[in-house]
């Protein structure tokens, strides 16, 4: 099956025409939307429209993260619901972009200081995963494709996205550096490489992996989201593992030219994208 390869678009890269524009040129599928404040809500009909006729144009579709600014599990019930109360906006601003819209990523582990303590965790991931039965009918009913994103949690504390994973119509969103990043910061695990932290996630989750955040780290430095090539990571190895496993779309997710985080341009862009045609296609 064709992986389709993409590219994160945010409130930043206004005007949106212009973009879009520079995206087709590299001939990319589709762009993953960011829908931090104020998105979606400035965008109102015309605007909405727009966006829905270059999609057309351009032969492209459009897929949306989930604002970074929510968190629709947060263990205090009010800041939960108020997320749940966006998010629902959010899903709307996918239906209204049919069928150009592939797929919903969400963040779900909250970032709660406590979430290290076993007793928090666990009444956390009581709490993180009814919300995520409610995202799921909120989804189902809209004819949303959900995914949820690993994040800055080591593998071992991830119990409440795997366990989120048991719904048959919840996909997983794989960010590479997230895997790696959460080992190397959070967990005391000694001895292994982080070509281990990603086999853990695609032995656990392969056949589940719909979507990958794909970009690269300097481990020393422990950055990431850096353009491919310009870190520290052996893609061969990692392309290898993710072609066992059923991922669908590539969001080439560097916000970084280079570990003095030089800002991305589309020339560096164009270099990831012909990297990732040579080595899936």
Not at 50 to 60: A, F, I, N, R
Request: proline share 4%; net charge negative; glycine share 4%.
């Amino acid at each position: 099956m064709r992986i389709l390869l993409g590219a994160p678009v945010w409130y930043g890269n206004r005007p949106f025409k212009r973009t879009l524009e520079e995206l087709h040129k590299l001939e990319l599928d589709y762009f993953e939307f960011s829908l931090d404040y104020p998105l979606p809500d400035c965008m109102g009909k015309t605007d909405r429209a727009e966006l829905k006729d270059l999609l057309t144009d351009y032969g492209m579709k459009i897929a949306f993260h989930s604002p970074l600014d929510i968190s629709v599990a947060h263990p205090r019930e009010e800041l939960a619901d108020a997320s749940m109360t966006i998010l629902k906006r959010c899903m709307d601003f996918y239906t209204d972009l049919q069928p150009h819209s592939l797929y919903y990523n969400f963040h779900l582990h909250p970032l709660v200081s406590t979430y290290k303590l076993e007793d928090v965790r666990a009444e956390m991931k009581i709490k993180g995963l009814r919300r995520c039965e409610t995202i799921m009918r909120m989804a189902s009913e809209s004819g949303i494709v959900a995914s949820v994103e690993n994040d800055l949690v080591p593998f071992k504390w991830s119990d409440l996205i795997l366990e989120a994973l048991f719904s048959p119509e919840l996909y997983l969103t794989f960010d590479i550096g997230h895997a790696i990043m959460a080992e190397l910061h959070r967990s005391r695990t000694k001895g292994s490489s982080y070509l281990d932290y990603i086999a853990q996630w695609i032995e656990k989750c392969g056949p589940k992996m719909l979507v990958v955040h794909l970009h690269d780290c300097a481990l020393t430095e422990k950055q990431d989201h850096l353009s491919i090539g310009r870190g520290e990571l052996d893609f061969d190895a990692i392309f290898d593992m993710l072609k066992r496993t059923n991922c669908k779309y590539i969001v080439i997710e560097t916000f970084w030219r280079n570990k003095d985080k030089g800002e991305m341009n589309y020339e560096e862009l164009k270099r990831n994208v012909d990297f990732c045609r040579s080595m899936f296609f």
